[in-house]
């Protein structure tokens, strides 16, 4: 994974963020329940406090104008409604 996101890193130019983001952990080969955030900006992950949040810090993220989505940028729609996210959340015990 280190080199993968090596690799990943050495694509970004200057004015790219990258964020990184998991609902579950692997510690010693076991999983875990913990979430994991991580970002080339750290101020998106101190405003992450739990998995709930990764959507709306990044959707506040984009509309303060900064973010510009590239040519090649895939629009996708939301397929999945918070309510369902929330209930699978439950269901995998995180909440």
Do not use: C, W
Request: charged letters at 35%; glycine letters at 6%; zero cysteines.
């Amino acid at each position: 994974m280190t080199n993968l996101l090596g690799e990943l890193r050495k694509d970004l130019r200057a004015d790219d963020e990258l964020v990184l983001i998991s609902d579950h952990g692997l510690q010693d080969g076991v999983h875990t329940n913990e979430a994991m955030v991580a970002s080339t900006d750290a101020k998106i992950v101190k405003r992450i406090d739990s998995v709930l949040d990764f959507r709306r810090v990044i959707e506040d993220e984009l509309a303060d104008g900064a973010h510009r989505p590239q040519s090649d940028t895939l629009d996708i729609e939301d397929s999945i409604e918070s309510d369902d996210v929330q209930q699978q959340l439950k269901d995998l015990g995180y909440m």
